[in-house]
């Protein structure tokens, strides 16, 4: 019923800039909060940065200074805008929401993931 879909990842020299992109669709009522979460090859997925939908903010250690997460609510849709980048950033990165869907039920949904690969 709510589908989430990832844009904006791709391929970028170290020093250089990305911003993702993720919009959810479907039978939304609300959404209280989005996130950004990644995967780095043979490692574990990971916090990014989070936001609520009233605009707070939370940020892992290694991106605080580099990466921004935004949000447009009347679209439904989380952006994470990403400077001096680093080849330890490459990864797939995952878009999450906490949504209140149209029948009132409460779940927790992911976008099937964006490519980031950062070369030095």
């Known amino acids: 019923q709510v589908q989430l879909v990832e844009s904006g990842g791709g391929l970028v020299q170290a020093g250089g800039s990305l911003r993702l992109s993720c919009a959810a669709s479907?039978?939304?009522?609300?959404?209280?909060?989005m996130g950004w979460y990644r995967q780095a090859p043979g490692k574990q997925r990971e916090l990014v940065a989070t936001?609520?939908?009233?605009?707070?903010?939370n940020y892992a250690d290694s991106v605080k200074g580099r990466f921004t997460i935004s949000r447009d609510n009347a679209k439904n849709t989380v952006y994470l805008q990403m400077n001096s980048l680093k080849p330890e950033d490459t990864g797939v990165y995952y878009c999450?929401?906490?949504?209140?869907?149209?029948?009132?039920?409460?779940?927790?949904?992911w976008g099937q993931g964006t490519q980031v690969t950062v070369s030095s």
């Open positions: 999450n929401a906490h949504v209140i869907r149209s029948d009132g039920i409460f779940g927790v949904y």
């Open positions: 479907g039978r939304i009522r609300s959404i209280n909060a």
């Open positions: 936001i609520t939908s009233g605009g707070s903010t």
